[in-house]
């Protein structure tokens, strides 16, 4: 299954607009994204999309001029062999982003997927075929507004609801106790901080979070703060959830089991280096008794990846949605079905949904 050629896509789409206070920091205005196709010299196709922060047109050009030639000529099928070379490869001269390696991964395991005539999550080794969802809010203007859609999460029967407050411990400690309030004790709720405490303000913050009987405590200082994020884990009952941001794959992350850094580890198809990095990180994880929780992957074609990996695994407790959902579901075309608050897995070959290649082209800024 030799890969004999692979196209670059540098894309936009012009909705949503973002308002600057959803993404907290964020000068992020239109979704700009990458499409990554592979071809193989039998005529098998698979295409993934791609994280692309704020700058397709840069993210495109380290796909096309590092990831590119690298896969160009080589099996499809020796994936692994391909994870371990490119590390390798990476280290000595190209130091990409986090996000660069996962589409070229995905492509591979999709090709393979396809030829075996099973959907991704089957071809993997099916544990499940369909999967809890939660929904993570964005930065939201008042500690009401989370109330609010937390409630309207509750009435759709999802599993849970993740606050991503706005960085401002009394605006945050207010959002999580009137959310609470709206939701009844029994609903399962998170807080995700994104980083925005030191150790002291956590520790105080994660008490509250105790009495308040949230399910877990993500990212609350940043991820390569490792001696904070053990103090936490060690001082809170309240599970401590990260590695989301940690380079290095699967690698640090059992740096951070071993060294009692977090209760909970992330990983996600995007920002890890694709399927072959999550399936690692999962398994290590369960080798210790610990949950991999799949990170959202925002734009809902890497979602549905995601969600492959989610169903064939056992310690992953959820699916997670970044809401407003329509800001995000754009490139399939149909959307990931959704029974009773749980993600129903695809059972076509591949990646189950296919791509929406009308609003491709309408996005598309260039060709690499």
Known sequence: ???????????????????????????IKEMEFLVISMKTAEGLEASSFGFAATSARGAGRIAADALRPFFLGKNALYREKHWHDYRMADRWWNHVPIYSYGPFDICTWLLAAQAAGQPLYKYLG???DRVPIYASSLVLGSPEEYARQALEVKAKGWAAYKLHPPGEDKLDLAAYRLTREAVGDDFKLMADPVASHDYRSALRMGRELEKLNYYWLEEPVYDVDLKSLSKLTADLDLPICGTEVVVGSHYSTAQCIAQGCVDIVRSDVS????????????????????NCEIHTAILHPLELVNLHCCAAIRNCEFFEILLPTDYFDFGLKESIRIEEGQ??????????????????????????
Not at 347 to 355: D, N, R, S, V
Request: some cysteine; aromatic content about 10%.
């Open 1 to 27: 299954m030799i890969i004999s050629d692979i196209e670059v896509r540098v894309c936009r789409s012009s909705t949503p607009e973002f308002a600057a206070s959803e993404m907290r920091f964020s000068t």
């Open 126 to 128: 099916a544990y499940r």
């Open 271 to 290: 920002w890890k280096g694709g399927i072959t990095a999550v399936m690692k990180t999962a398994h290590l994880a369960e080798s210790f008794g610990m």
């Open 343 to 368: 993600a129903v897995l695809p059972q076509a070959p591949g990646l189950g949904i296919e791509l929406d290649w009308d609003f491709i082209e309408n996005c598309t800024l260039e060709i690499l």
